[in-house]
């Protein structure tokens, strides 16, 4: 069931999973690549309603309490708001899925009705909260991300937020050397997850030497659905001074 209720600008609090919510993850943003991934393609797989609802941009986020998608359609001044109560042990992804679902059902149920693709999207935004853009959703600000592999930072417990020390040398080498306490065949852990260390180490270490960054748009506290190209972007890392 959607509800309609005001909610102040959301930011994730430090140490909880941008992807299920769950917390004492440490300085990292997931608390897995899995988890991370399962949230994205279950996102991804629903972006048939947002092209249905030509959407320009959208956002996702949830709170303890609620899972929101605030949709912006092309040529339409507003934010439309969808909002629904998270059900108490479920994943966030889940309770998209099921949101997805009910106002996919409205929409097929309407263009089987009238025959006219239109007015089945019509119908959809009639059951969101209409938002000024002031209230809502402002667009989404360029990002300069540094292009690292996300399971380096991963494996050796460190944050993006981290790749913008100026101490960002001495930062990589003692992760390693405490993750390696833990990992090292010789300290009970396996060859193959030693080697994977050592391999992210590496990596951090070139691209301290030689940083590269993409721009791109995106919000640092909601995914991001990019209209244009079709695909939900994470949030951006925030970065720090």
């Given at each position: ?89 479920t994943k ?44 809502g959703l ?104």
């Amino acid at each position: 069931m959607l509800v309609k209720s005001k909610i102040s600008a959301h930011h994730f609090p430090q140490g909880v999973c941008l992807s299920c919510g769950e917390g004492n993850i440490g300085k990292r943003r997931y608390c897995s690549v899995r988890c991370r991934q399962h949230l994205r393609q279950r996102l991804n797989t629903r972006s048939g309603l947002l092209q249905a609802l030509n959407t320009r941009y959208a956002t996702f986020y949830f709170t303890d309490t609620l899972i929101v998608l605030d949709v912006v359609p092309h040529g339409i001044r507003e934010v439309f708001r969808f909002q629904t109560k998270r059900t108490a042990g479920t994943k966030p992804a889940d309770d998209f899925g099921r949101m997805s679902n009910l106002l996919g059902d409205a929409w097929w149920a309407e263009e089987k009705r009238t025959t006219r693709n239109y007015l089945a999207s019509r119908r959809v935004l009639e059951m969101a909260e209409r938002l000024a853009m002031a209230d809502g959703l402002k667009r989404p600000r360029w990002m300069k991300a540094p292009c690292v592999k996300p399971e380096s930072i991963l494996l050796l417990e460190m944050s993006k937020a981290d790749l913008a020390s100026r101490d960002l040398d001495k930062i990589i080498r003692n992760a390693y050397r405490r993750q390696a306490k833990i990992h090292h065949p010789d300290a009970g852990g396996t060859a193959a997850a030693f080697r994977r260390l050592h391999a992210a180490y590496q990596d951090l270490l070139r691209w301290a030497d030689h940083p590269t960054f993409i721009r791109r748009r995106g919000f640092p506290d909601k995914w991001y659905y990019d209209g244009d190209n079709k695909k939900w972007i994470q949030p951006v890392p925030v970065r720090k001074g």
